[in-house]
C-alpha cells in the first residue's frame, strides 16, 4: 500500500460526457502527478502539480484540466470524453516538487468510454 | 527532446538465471533515471533512481542498475531471479529542468520460467 488513494477503481461512461478523478495524496506530500497508461500510447505524464500550483505540464488535452486542492487533494477532469480516453490513469504523490523525489504512485482509476 | 527506449518488450528467463533489462535514453542534460516495477492490477513501484553520485545504484529485490553517460544507458540487472520478478518494467528519464516531461519507455515484461 503506497498510501495514495484514488477514487474510483472503474468508471464506464459514454463517450460526450465528463467525469472527475480524485486522488489523495499521501500524508506529508506536496507533489501530486496525474499520468495516463493506454496500450497504445504507453505511460504518459500529464501533469504536475505541488503546493496546490500547476508546476509541470505534459501531455495534457485541452479537453483534460486538473487542480489541487488546500488540503492537497487532487482532482483531473475529463470533457467530452471520446473512445481513445479509455485507459488506466494513475495519481502519484512526492514529497517535493522536483524530480529526484521518489514518486508513490496509486492504484489507479480504470476509466472505460464507451 | 529526451526520449527513452526499453530494448525488448518481452523478456523471459528461467528462475536462477541473470535478469538484464535495458534501457537507453536521449537527453540533451543530464537526467535523472528511474527504474519502476508494475505488477498486475496495480500501480507502479520505484525500484531505483539516479540522480547524482554512484553510477552503480542499488534498488529494492535486489535490482541494480548502472548509469553509463557514455552509453547513454541504464541497464537494470539482478543475479538470480525469482518468480515473484515477473512483472512489466519501466525505465524513465526526467531532466533536471523543471519545466520538463517526465517521459517513460514503453515497459518490458519479465517472465520467468520454472
Known amino acids: 500500500d503506497s498510501g495514495v488513494t484514488q477514487t474510483p477503481k472503474h468508471l464506464i461512461t459514454a463517450t460526450g460526457q465528463r467525469v472527475t478523478l480524485r486522488c489523495s495524496p499521501r500524508?506529508?506530500?506536496?507533489?501530486v502527478y496525474w499520468y495516463q497508461q493506454s496500450l497504445d500510447q504507453g505511460l504518459q505524464f500529464l501533469i504536475q502539480?505541488?503546493?496546490?500550483?500547476?508546476?509541470a505540464k505534459g501531455n495534457i488535452l485541452e479537453r483534460f484540466s486538473a487542480q489541487q486542492f488546500p488540503d492537497l487533494h487532487s482532482e483531473l477532469n475529463l470533457s467530452s470524453l471520446e473512445l481513445g480516453d479509455s485507459a488506466l490513469y494513475f495519481c502519484?504523490?512526492?514529497?517535493?516538487?522536483?524530480?529526484?523525489?521518489?514518486?508513490?504512485f496509486g492504484p489507479g482509476t480504470r476509466l472505460t468510454v464507451t | 527532446a529526451q526520449s527513452v527506449t526499453q530494448l525488448g518488450s518481452h523478456v523471459s528467463v528461467s528462475e536462477g538465471a541473470l535478469v538484464l533489462l535495458r534501457c537507453n535514453y536521449s537527453?540533451?542534460?543530464?537526467?535523472?533515471l528511474f527504474w519502476y516495477v508494475q505488477y498486475p492490477n496495480q500501480g507502479l513501484q520505484l525500484l531505483l533512481k539516479?540522480?547524482?553520485?554512484?553510477?552503480l545504484v542499488k534498488g529494492i529485490n535486489g535490482f541494480e542498475a548502472e548509469f553509463k553517460k557514455s552509453e547513454t544507458s541504464f541497464h537494470l540487472t539482478k543475479p538470480s531471479a525469482h518468480m515473484s520478478d515477473a512483472a512489466e518494467y519501466f525505465c524513465a528519464v526526467s531532466p533536471v529542468n523543471r519545466d520538463d516531461k517526465i517521459i517513460f519507455g514503453k515497459g518490458t515484461r519479465l517472465h520467468i520460467l520454472p
Open positions: 500524508s506529508g506530500d506536496l507533489s
Open positions: 537527453s540533451s542534460v543530464p537526467p535523472y
Open positions: 502539480y505541488y503546493n496546490g500550483e500547476e508546476r
Open positions: 539516479y540522480t547524482t553520485g554512484a553510477t
Open positions: 502519484a504523490s512526492s514529497v517535493g516538487k522536483d524530480r529526484e523525489h521518489e514518486q508513490y
